[in-house]
């Protein structure tokens, strides 16, 4: 399953492929994609295929007269019409589309019409720390632990919270329901050539749990982002929803995506204090990264930092894990290199730009060296997402990380998301206030 990158008028595509997706991110991490066929995919890799910029966020239903956009709708240092150019070696065929299909898959990368990336391309972003990284000497490849939640559809299709399911912890069918729907998860990305470690049943009903494979660089991004795309895709197959939210029920577990990193210095020496000082680097800035991290409102529910400690414990190892391990913890040294763990982010941010946020804290470790103070080695997180969104323009990790565009367009985004939150009454308020008010 291989395209051809010949430079001249051969045929790009020697399968049998029907159908061509152009898959980009948006910067809130919203999996987008652009279809056509063979022919004219074809065309569009050799020529870039445009698209208007509001793709990639910042446009909302009714919106769209100028004289009442908000300013970052009608920003002038970016050109209204970008470009798709397609990543050739993330060619991948998706059996997971249904049987009998033949669609190819190519992940792309935004550009200006003069060729410049955007600044808004969340996977451009993880490049530069990428490439960071390497000016540094060090090689770094991330493995996930990711979480979702399989709930029933009502009779219209939609999603609702209900599972009819009791099964615990590494349970089995028959108690666990939805063996089947986790094999044909394992069976089709395997097929696509994304095999996945392992699978699991959850803590709670309905939780489920994959170990994804070590990835370099932009290649981790890329398969966490179709992983969860194929996962959505093969549930509704199955008639069921999965969601990827952080915190979907009061009752049930939260969902995490505990990101594994293994640090090696490209000269072969050894790791460990490089890793050391990554892991102060992350704690560091562990405030002003978890925008990115953890970008939800439903997130700080699952991080319970109100309650007095790092983590409401979602897994039984976060019992007796104390203090700044709960957040990240150094796991171990092997030929390979140094290994840490961040157990605060969720499955629910852009991959791409929260793998950024870690390279970026991590590297400015190494560059600063700092020790940790007494606050960072038992760190509390923010409370609510509101609190960082106000931040944010005056985050100058973030600004240094992903650049004033992209926060700009960020922050309104999340801004309005946050606003519309404030003024929506909630049926707790309700119970808790009508009655007796």
Known sequence: MKIKMEKNNAPLFDE????????FTDVFGQNKVVEMTKNQAERAVREGYPINRFALGGLKKGETDSESAPDYLTDRQEQ???????????????PWEGAGSHTARLICNICGPDGAFSGLDSRYLLQRQVERAGEMGLAVEFDFQCEFYLFHTDDNGRPTTITHEVASYYDAGPI???ENVRRD??????EAGMEAESARHGLTPGQHSFRLPPRRGVEAGDY???FKTAVKRIAKRHGLHATFMPKPNMSGDGSGLHVGMTIRRTDGSDAGEAAARFRVGILKNLYNMMIFTNPMINSYKRLAASRGSVFQPEFPAAAWE?????????TGCSERGASLEALFPDPAANPYLALAAILSA????????????????????P?????????????????????????????EGKKEEWERFCSYVTDWELAEYLYRC
């Open 362 to 381: 991590g590297l400015n470790g190494l560059e600063n060296g700092c020790e940790l103070t007494q606050y960072e080695a038992d760190p509390r997180f």
């Open 383 to 411: 409370e609510t997402l509101g609190v960082l969104i106000r931040q944010l323009p005056e985050n100058s990790f973030a600004r240094r990380t992903f650049g004033d565009k992209l926060c700009r367009v960020y922050h």
């Open 322 to 330: 104390k203090g700044s391990d709960k957040a990240v913890r150094l």
């Open 16 to 23: 049998a492929v029907d159908l061509v997706k152009f898959q």
């Open 176 to 178: 666990d329901l939805a």
């Open 80 to 94: 209204t019409q970008l470009y798709l150019k397609p990543d050739l070696h993330t060619y991948a065929l998706l």
């Open 224 to 226: 966490l982002q179709t």
């Open 185 to 190: 998860m394992l069976m089709n990305l395997e």
